[in-house]
């Protein structure tokens, strides 16, 4: 309540009528307050602070028409598989499947701080381009170059020569976070091309050869 | 003995610095937060280190909950209204202006076209509490979904097709609605995630 004090008490002396009352504006600012403690309860609820973060995914048409010289056939040893099982299992073979050997496909883990992590395999199979975006990154954080250089230098090395060409294949159990987590790695690992394929069944032989240690290969070919 | 007289103080706080404080926090909270969305499912999208920020406008978020159920939304109320109109005549449904006034109200909608009309009819309370249950059909018998992407990317085209999926979907449901969208030549969208640390 906004309440104006006269300076004047009641005993006070009075020198003259001339002289202007002294009046002191005092508001009491506690409804103010109140109010705004409200409003900012309600925007705490309501609202959300972080806006979501995403992750841009560009597919290969799946039209059937394109010709062959369009489609881009990668070379095998540039070709590196992942497939993503169930239970969190995480698999990968280098270039062609090799259907015989079991232990062509070897497994992986998500977690990056373990040994055969699928961080540092990628890091291992893409160490030209990883280091020299890691360099590109330290001159962009000393503010030699600007954002735009930055990302087209970085995007020719991610598609430079020597890059590897990673084929993410998911079985029907793995879980969405596995593939976002896969993608991930991608973009930490500096990886170019790679795409998301249908799984064949000749990957499922592959995983289900390697999990009985190559007993299912042994009994179809007796 | 003279009595001990205590001092009568005033006990009225200057609450102008106060004021000033939560005007201050409010200014903070209009000028930087968006609005929840009302979603029909509750969903953990998984993190990444991504940095992109979605975009505010023109997204077609599709939202897919840890059962496979697909639910759709724009953020155009234009756009939703050329859209059921599309479906509807996709469909052979003619929907009254009432039913496409409640439509564009709508937030997150993922009802298969049949059960559409009942759904438009009932109270806002309890289209929250039902469209849980339904959800947009995808499988290859009947496509909705395709029909409401097509129809979607028909009424704007500068559409940005995001998706929303928690962390436990089957990827048999998330490779259902990517080729449902390569059918439709759409091949670049965005995966909502939420953003981790890295921890390099």
């Keep these: ?20 009352k002294k009046m002191s504006v005092h508001v009491d ?35 059937k028409n394109v010709n062959k010289d369009q489609q881009s056939e990668v070379k095998a040893s540039k070709a590196l598989t992942i497939l993503l099982d169930k239970d969190n299992k995480l698999y990968y073979f280098a270039g062609q499947p090799d ?6 496909l070897k497994t992986l883990s998500y977690d990056a701080k373990n040994q055969n992590s699928i961080r540092s395999l990628l890091i291992l199979r893409n160490q030209d381009a990883y280091s020299k975006i890691q360099l590109l990154k330290k001159e962009k954080i000393d503010l030699k170059i600007s954002q735009d250089t930055f990302s087209a230098r970085a995007s020719r090395i991610k598609n430079g020569k020597n890059t590897p060409v990673v084929i993410i294949k998911a079985t029907d159990g793995a879980t969405y976070e596995n593939l976002v987590d896969v993608l991930d790695e991608m973009q930490i690992c500096n990886i170019g091309k790679y795409v998301i ?13 390697k999990e009985s240690n190559g007993a299912v290969a042994q009994g179809q070919a007796n | 003995m003279s009595k001990v007289k205590v001092a009568r103080k005033s006990t009225t706080i200057d609450m102008t610095a106060m004021s000033d404080v939560t005007v201050l926090l409010l200014t903070f909270f209009m000028l930087t937060s968006t609005f929840v969305q009302k979603e029909p499912v509750q969903v953990a999208t998984p993190a990444s280190v991504s940095e992109i920020k979605i975009p505010e406008s ?56 049949a059960d559409m009309k009942a759904f438009l009819a009932l109270e806002t309370a309890k289209q929250d509490a039902l ?3 339904y959800g947009v059909p995808t499988d290859s018998v009947d496509n909705q979904f395709k029909v409401w992407v097509k129809s979607a990317r ?4 500068d559409l940005r097709i995001a998706i929303k999926a928690d962390r436990e979907t089957p990827y048999k449901v998330i490779k259902s609605v990517m080729s449902s969208l390569q059918d439709l030549r759409e091949n670049r969208y965005n995966l909502i995630t939420a953003l981790k640390k890295n921890s390099n």
């Design chain 1, 1 to 20: 309540m906004a309440e104006i004090q006269s300076n004047e008490g009641g005993g006070g002396k009075k020198k003259g009528g001339s002289k202007q």
């Design chain 1, 29 to 63: 600012f506690t409804p103010m307050v109140d109010m705004n403690m409200l409003l900012i309860t309600f925007f705490m609820l309501c609202t959300s602070l972080s806006k979501p973060q995403t992750m841009e995914l560009s597919m290969p048409s799946n039209d």
């Design chain 1, 99 to 104: 259907y015989k050997n079991y232990n062509s």
């Design chain 1, 197 to 209: 394929d249908t799984i064949s069944a000749g990957d499922k032989l592959l995983m289900r050869n």
């Design chain 2, 58 to 113: 023109n997204i077609l978020q599709i939202l897919i909950d840890p059962k496979g159920k697909v639910f759709l939304s724009l953020d155009k109320q234009d756009d939703m209204v050329d859209v059921l109109e599309t479906v509807g005549e996709e469909y052979g449904v003619k929907f009254t202006a009432e039913e496409v006034t409640k439509f564009k109200k709508l937030q997150t909608f993922g009802v298969p076209v």
């Design chain 2, 131 to 133: 469209l849980m249950n």
């Design chain 2, 154 to 157: 028909a009424a704007n085209p």
